[in-house]
């Protein structure tokens, strides 16, 4: 094979297999490339992996009138036609399309649809919900739009996304060959769930994403193939949440606390808690720990900040009773004194721990937080401490993003130098805010002062 | 059919023989096709006409590991460490050496390591500047000044919020 040291690394490689590698990257990454030699300059229109989002076009800034934004939008929609009338190729892994007003072309839509079917698409995905819709808010917006009649009879799709576009899930039995389905910005009841699936029987991953109406979820289903299940920001009459049958190995879940009860999930690898939609510091501590407990096979945790907070709230306040299997802790913190005795928790409960990620951000602080016992923040950290075993034993790497240098965060991280006794690496991603920055690089500088527990400890800065 | 017990011998482009267990050599499809052609011969010799030894040896570490993984996380957790081994691969391997083994699996149809070459390779475009793109694949611009403005203007709404590397 031809191994010259010429300088141009895709000389010798064909057009069909830069075409394929074009096709890994992001839609607007392919046609980001058609600039950079004249080969170049139209491979991109003959990706595969097709991601048509009408964001890239319509500016949404305060000063945009509505007509400036319908003159984005058409040119969007007219680039998109331009696109598939030229477009070359037999197959087509994935068409993903964007777009707010989809009423505005009704023509072009039917033409995706048609386009999509005759490239034997594998995965399709329609979102028709605006970006000006706020996540949180309570008001719901009914879908503008429904999935045509005779996409039914397409049988490819291995995924497929819905957001703002109504369907009649009696149909989706056509679909049996789906893998990954995701549906946003719709109402749905908990028989639409089990029908769907029911219909699609070997469906691996199921997302929502701010569906509304359901009475609680429930998914009781023996030798269900479900592997994965995302719950983000969704309304629930009831937060209570049934699963029996699926082994999940992953389970997502952001919203309102609520009432759990997993069969046996004793596969779970990874799992995502995410409480911020909670706004006062309520008696739920509880139920959290109970959803802690049946967690127990999980390897990567990630918690939120008011998880953190009401934790400590429930049965015990130092830990579970049955510790954990987790070897990758993520904490979406503000490393807040609220959150102190909950991260202690955490650190109990993981007697395994490898790996802890810091993930610094603004939280949910509860006003009227109550810790389990009173403490003074500054030396909670320093004073009558009960280390951790993960602390001496297990934890090797620290990685701590959003860094400030706050005397919070600074009291944390000592922690872990301290008395870290076989911990490897400290990665400290320093936040980038211009001239503040030098400011914050001098107060990490203090940590490479401290007296390290582990003789192989490398602390960086990036 | 061969066993999984049984041996295979791959031949590098310059000659040089490796013996490999069946059950790794079955990843690469050409493999697989050739062995099925000529089925109940004892000869058990491969030729793979244009790939050199570096890469056969490449090929054959990522499948052994795989098989390997594979075998050992039956039960759960074998993506996760697969992963992790695909991180380590890919470090020892320059860009010259991406390329020459893109060529390879793609001739030799491996699917597994052919995604992991080519989301290596389009990991060094996406979110990087066309500078940095160009420089690190010694891409030779042959646009006139005015022609690339043109261009970037026509597709401007792609480069907008590029963070340059």
Not at chain 1, 49 to 54: A, G
Not at chain 1, 257 to 267: I, T
Not at chain 1, 431 to 447: C, H, K, P, S, W
Request: with cysteine.
């Amino acid at each position: 094979m031809d191994m010259d040291n010429n300088v141009d690394m895709f000389r010798t490689l064909s057009d069909p297999l830069l075409i394929i590698i074009l096709s890994f990257l992001p839609f607007h990454e392919a046609v980001r490339t058609c600039v950079l030699s004249k080969r170049w300059s139209h491979l991109w229109r003959e990706t595969t992996n097709l991601d048509f989002n009408e964001n890239f076009f319509v500016k949404r800034g305060a000063n945009e009138a509505e007509e400036v934004e319908k003159l984005q939008r058409n040119g969007f929609i007219s680039f998109v036609r331009q696109f598939i009338v030229n477009y070359p190729q037999k197959g087509i892994q994935r068409f993903n399309l964007a777009c707010s007003k989809p009423n505005d072309f009704p023509e072009d839509m039917q033409n995706f649809f048609s386009f999509s079917i005759s490239r034997n698409v594998r995965e399709f995905g329609l979102d028709f919900s605006c970006p000006t819709w706020r996540e949180h808010a309570l008001d719901n917006h009914d879908p503008v739009f429904e999935l045509p009649l005779h996409f039914y009879e397409y049988k490819n799709l291995k995924s497929l996304t819905l957001f703002s576009c109504s369907f009649d899930m009696h149909k989706f039995a056509n679909f049996n060959v789906l893998k990954r389905l995701s549906l946003g910005w719709i109402q749905l009841s908990v028989d639409s769930i089990k029908v769907l699936l029911k219909s699609c029987p070997i469906l691996e991953t199921l997302s929502l994403k701010k569906c509304w109406k359901m009475e609680h979820f429930e998914i009781c289903l023996p030798n269900s193939n479900l592997k994965e299940l995302v719950l983000e920001k969704c309304e629930f009459v009831q937060h209570w949440f049934l699963f029996d049958g699926p082994n999940f190995r992953v389970f997502k879940y952001s919203g309102k606390v609520g009432y759990f009860h997993m069969e046996n999930q004793s596969d779970m690898v990874e799992a995502d808690l995410d409480f911020s939609a909670e706004t006062e510091f309520g008696e739920v501590g509880t139920l959290l720990y109970d959803l802690l407990q049946e967690l127990y096979a999980v390897q990567v945790l990630t918690v939120c900040s008011v998880f953190l907070q009401l934790i400590p709230s429930g049965e015990e306040p130092f830990g579970l009773q049955s510790p954990l299997n987790v070897r990758h802790l993520n904490l979406k913190s503000a490393l807040h004194p609220n959150e102190y005795w909950g991260i202690k928790f955490m650190l109990k409960s993981c007697p395994l721990l490898e790996k802890l990620t810091i993930h610094i951000g603004p939280a949910n602080i509860f006003s009227d937080y109550e810790p389990p016992y009173d403490f003074n923040p500054r030396d909670f950290w320093s004073k009558y401490l009960i280390v951790e075993s993960c602390i001496t034993r297990t934890l090797k790497v620290v990685e701590v993003k959003g860094f400030k240098g706050t005397r919070n965060e600074l009291y944390v991280i000592a922690y872990m130098i301290q008395l870290g006794q076989v911990m490897e690496q400290l990665k400290i991603y320093i936040v980038n805010d211009g001239e503040i920055t030098t400011e914050y690089i001098q107060r990490a500088q203090v940590l490479l002062q401290l007296r390290k527990a582990s003789e192989n400890l490398r602390i960086s800065f990036c | 059919m061969a066993s999984t017990d049984d041996k295979v011998i791959l031949k590098s482009s310059e000659g040089e023989c490796f013996e490999v267990d069946m059950a790794v050599a079955s990843h690469l499809q050409i493999v697989k096709s050739v062995l099925e052609d000529c089925e109940g011969s004892s000869d058990k010799v491969v030729s793979l006409f244009i790939v050199e030894a570096k890469y056969v040896a490449m090929i054959i570490e990522y499948y052994k590991n795989y098989v390997e993984l594979k075998e050992k996380h039956e039960e759960g957790g074998f993506e996760e460490k697969l992963k992790e081994f695909e991180k380590q691969f890919l470090e020892q391997i320059d860009k010259k050496e991406l390329k020459g083994l893109v060529m390879a699996v793609n001739y030799l149809n491996a699917p597994a390591l052919f995604d992991v070459v080519c989301t290596a390779i389009a990991k060094h475009i996406e979110n990087k500047s066309v500078e940095y793109v160009r420089e690190y694949f010694g891409i030779v611009n042959d646009f006139t000044a005015e022609e690339e403005a043109q261009i970037r203007e026509e597709h401007r709404w792609a480069y907008d919020g590029v963070n340059d590397d």
